[in-house]
């Protein structure tokens, strides 16, 4: 595992779990490589680069208040990044307004 600022770099083998439907969590993750399947809510089954999951409502700013709503297991050998929601949503809050416009519009249309 290795660290980026407030980013967290973990390498995830076939079969193993990132997260569960209905535990609560407050992680963002980002598919840097290999794939993940999602299942139990909304959206594409299978994530791949570039895609994040897990808390992305945080960001949008619903209440630091919940659980994961998919369950998040890895198909192959996949590399991801993660971090703290809030401390995410901190780092939009000091871009540009146009970075900031435009990472908005990238979460909405990952939720």
Not at 17 to 27: A, E, L, Q, S, W
Not at 44 to 56: A, S, T, W
Request: hydrophobic share 40%; aromatic share 6%.
């Amino acid at each position: 595992m290795s660290k980026l600022g407030i980013l967290e770099q973990r390498l995830i083998k076939p079969r193993q779990v990132i997260t569960r439907r209905g535990d609560p969590g407050k992680r963002v993750y980002f598919v840097i490589s290999g794939s993940i399947q999602v299942s139990g809510g909304s959206g594409p089954g299978v994530l791949e680069e570039g895609r994040m999951f897990g808390r992305v409502d945080l960001l949008l700013g619903q209440d630091d208040v919940g659980a994961y709503t998919q369950t998040a297991t890895a198909l192959t050998d996949a590399t991801i990044m993660f971090a703290e929601a809030s401390s995410l949503r901190e780092e939009v809050d000091k871009a540009s307004p146009t970075v900031r416009a435009l990472l908005d519009y990238a979460m909405q249309a990952s939720a």
